[in-house]
């Protein structure tokens, strides 16, 4: 029988880690939520040398502090006994950032080997890294591998395998002999990887003294009492001491800093040609995230990236809207040729083919959009707008790291309201996840480019551009008044290393597109399928079955009966209403809608937008009006699947109806706003 294993993969978010596991695990995968949370946890398994190796893929995280639920997951797995080794992954490209959670592992007292990834990357930038003297100073292995081209992994399990059982430490080679000379600890520089100064290891040796009389078989001492003198919750409730008079517990920021300048010193003996590379950085970085050109500068970029997704996008989506012209005469003709009945007809061409196709006629913009926001993501450039953002997002009582949740929101909410973990405090999370929802998703772009193009023309860009900042605007008032409304206000500071600049890996571009399209792809083919389905068969039935008037349908009466409500808006109009409630399945669907609402087969076609809006125009629906419409679109309801993940990640229906309704009631208000200062002056 095979001896077993259990591994933890620990490492910051985007080091490779995941990529390592499953070059392991490769299909063996099992994923669950963590019991209580709803962090995944993803288990596989893989066979080495006679052992059976159980790995598990922890969240990714910047630091062991528990304050976020990433953080109290790992720690609390990492100090059972339900692991053997600990696998930490680093970026071997951004060591500085990696190695502050390196040393907090290593003081865990468990085996750790660390992983250095991407040293392809460190190659190419002309940097090397000592890898004899960093496990010198370290006291732990030393391992170089490329998750990306599977280099390595024999090495890196098989440090795993003999140094899951290694007692005795290797004496740490610091090569600082004045601070050894000068320590009242001199003995501690050669047992562990980070010695703090006199004042904390006094401090340290007191509050051990202390947990070795009260929990005589607490295992690691020296990590428990530096966890209760920085005044961590989590331990402080579980193992409570009685300290000496005027020994305070609130030494975390010296602690931290303390760490960070014994990196600085590893970093300066182990990284050669380093300073080169971060002086272009930081060059770079004197404009990008200058005081006063920075946040200029932000929406600059985001207007380039959206000028490209309409030139280029719509250049493209008119070949695509020819063959969804072609194929829905093709299926028409075809059908009528062999007498199929004229109501299943129009059920496939005016129904499906309409609905899923209009769609489909924006995937190059669609493309075009997500290919700009990886290549943004991928440079590191997405890190400096939060950095950027974080005077801003302070004034408003949210942390600057509240930010990247909402950068997510620009590609879709789903993935947006799950980064909101990140953040530490629960109810900065809830007031994150209540104003995310108002960045503009790409669920919504359909609607921007069809009513824009329609009735703006020369200036289209410019009006759907306008969304993307009305709506983060919108997020940042809505908070700044929830802000002045907290009784309970807290100061942030935003702690994130800036990563350095690179060239972006057209791998991992096209890894997160095709993710993305696929994502796009299989909700046209479900969701907006069976929405446009269900708005045929609203559309074409009424109380009396059958109609061909369809102002005696089912979706007219629902319509008819919500006018009210909308008229005030400029959104007065049934079809419209009708569209929007559709909408709160998928944001596409509200264009699918109108493709079936009136009766337009290519509604993304120059044929089809000047049918589309010639016979809006009749109804008295102008530019105003559609200005209307796509700002009510940005604001109101998100679509069903961020209503469940609000829900997932709150634990609670009564705040996803909370989340709902206020949205609904500042869509309704900003496009209120909007349609009667508008009808002053048009």
Request: aromatic share 10%; hydrophobic share 50%; charged share 20%.
């Amino acid at each position: 029988m095979n001896k077993q294993i259990r591994v933890g993969f620990m490492g910051n978010p985007n080091c490779g880690k995941t990529t390592l596991f499953n070059a392991y695990t490769g299909a063996n995968l099992k994923v669950a939520n963590w019991p209580g949370v709803t962090v995944e946890k993803v288990e596989g398994f893989c066979k080495f040398k006679g052992y059976d190796m159980n790995l598990v893929d922890l969240p990714g995280t910047y630091s062991l502090t528990s304050y976020t639920m990433e953080e109290v997951v790992s720690r609390e797995f990492i100090l059972s006994d339900d692991v053997d080794v600990i696998i930490d992954v680093a970026d071997a490209s951004a060591l500085e950032r990696n190695l502050y959670l390196t040393l907090q592992l290593i003081e865990l007292g468990k085996p750790v080997v660390l992983a250095l990834n991407m040293m392809d990357i460190v190659e190419k930038r002309g940097m090397e890294i000592d890898m004899h003297r960093l496990p010198e100073m370290l006291g732990i292995p030393v391992i170089g591998v490329s998750a990306r081209k599977k280099r390595g992994l024999d090495i890196l399990m098989h440090a795993v395998v003999h140094h899951k059982d290694t007692e005795e430490k290797t004496p740490m080679v610091h090569h600082h002999d004045h601070l050894e000379q000068e320590s009242r600890h001199p003995h501690k520089h050669r047992e562990y990887a980070m010695v703090y100064s006199d004042e904390i290891e006094d401090k340290i040796d007191i509050i051990k003294d202390k947990l070795r009389e009260r929990y005589p078989d607490l295992f690691n001492l020296r990590w428990h009492a530096m966890k209760i003198l920085e005044g961590d919750p989590a331990v402080t409730k579980e193992y409570p001491v009685e300290l000496p008079e005027g020994l305070s517990c609130n030494y975390e920021k010296q602690i931290i800093r303390e760490k960070y300048d014994f990196i600085d010193e590893i970093i300066k003996e182990v990284m050669v040609n380093k300073d080169k590379k971060e002086a272009s950085t930081d060059k770079i970085d004197s404009i990008l995230t200058n005081r006063w050109l920075g946040f200029p500068i932000f929406l600059g970029i985001m207007a380039l990236v959206f000028l490209f997704t309409f030139t280029l996008g719509d250049w493209l989506k008119d070949y695509m809207a020819l063959f969804i012209d072609w194929l829905a005469d093709m299926v028409r003709n075809g059908l009528t040729s062999i007498e199929i009945h004229p109501g299943v007809i129009s059920l496939l061409v005016d129904g499906i083919i309409a609905g899923v196709g209009g769609i489909l006629t924006f995937l190059p913009n669609i493309f075009i959009l997500f290919l700009a926001l990886a290549f943004l993501e991928d440079s590191g450039y997405m890190a400096r707008a939060a950095y950027v953002m974080d005077g801003l997002m302070g004034k408003v009582g949210l942390s600057g790291r509240a930010f990247i949740p909402m950068i997510l929101g620009f590609g879709c909410t789903v993935p947006a309201i799950m980064a909101s973990r990140a953040l530490e405090n629960k109810r900065d999370r809830f007031k994150t996840m209540l104003v995310t929802p108002f960045m503009s998703c790409s669920a919504r772009l359909p609607i921007y480019v069809l009513f824009s193009q329609m009735f703006f023309e020369q200036h289209a860009m410019l009006a759907a551009y306008s969304m993307y900042v009305l709506g983060l605007a919108v997020a940042i008032v809505v908070a700044w008044v929830l802000h002045l409304a907290d009784k309970r206000k807290t100061e942030y500071n935003l702690l994130i290393e800036l990563p350095e600049y690179k060239a972006p890996s057209a791998r991992t571009i096209a890894i997160y597109v095709w993710e993305k399209v696929k994502d796009y792809l299989t909700k046209a083919g479900t969701t907006i399928f069976i929405a446009s389905i269900v708005m045929w068969f609203v559309l074409n039935f009424g109380p009396h079955g059958f109609v061909t008037d369809i102002t005696d349908s089912f979706g007219s009466i629902i319509g008819r009966l919500v006018v009210p409500v909308f008229k005030p808006i400029g959104l007065g109009y049934w079809q419209i209403v009708v569209a929007l409630i559709a909408g709160i399945s998928a944001k596409e669907v509200v264009v699918s809608s109108c493709s079936v609402l009136f009766g337009i087969g290519n509604i993304t076609s120059a044929t089809g937008m000047s049918s589309l809006q010639a016979l809006l125009g009749g109804m008295g629906f102008g530019a105003l009006n559609a200005y209307c419409l796509m700002t009510f679109s940005l604001l109101y309801i998100p679509c069903m699947a961020a209503l469940a993940t609000i829900k997932r990640e709150s634990h609670s229906w009564k705040w996803t109806a909370i989340c709902a309704g206020f949205q609904l009631v500042i869509a309704w208000l900003v496009s209120f706003l909007i349609f009667q200062v508008g009808s002053m002056f048009l």
